[in-house]
């Protein structure tokens, strides 16, 4: 994944009974958030800031979509118990979390666990990767992504 190049195109299921399609998406702007587990503290705020300024990203054609290694099955419970007004991505295989290059070794209570490192990426309406945040602060970050969406006209 390079910024200014062309994202490989893929597929993955998503909340709702739906697949994703990235070059289906093309045309308008895109927001891919990855993030490390459903129903967690941070995972919960960062997917409900998106949701507060949900009407903003509209305003710029764009949408959003949250991506883990999380089931559908956990994915659609996370949806519905948060009312977020977009769809999560289930990448059990990791194929586009490697694609992205999120995989990351983390420390977790003093062991080093494989997991998802906190990371959020633009697409512009070309399919052409724009900007990307790696290991991302929650507080505000929805707010910083908004902002960069809103450049690119």
Known sequence: MTLDQP???FTLPATGGQSF???AMRGAPLVLYFYPKDD???CTDEG???KSLIEDFKA???SI???SRDSLKAHDKFKAKMDFPFELLSDTDEAVCTQ???MKMKNMYGKQVRGVERSTFVIDAQGVLRKEWRGVKV???AQAVLEFVATLG
Do not use: A, K, N, Y
Request: hydrophobic residues 35%; proline residues 8%; negative net charge.
């Open 7 to 9: 994202v490989d195109d």
């Open 21 to 23: 399609q990235l070059h």
């Open 40 to 42: 967690t503290p941070g």
């Open 48 to 50: 409900l800031q998106f």
């Open 60 to 62: 710029h054609r764009c």
């Open 65 to 67: 979509f949250g991506i």
């Open 100 to 102: 992205f290059d999120v």
């Open 139 to 141: 507080p505000g970050h």
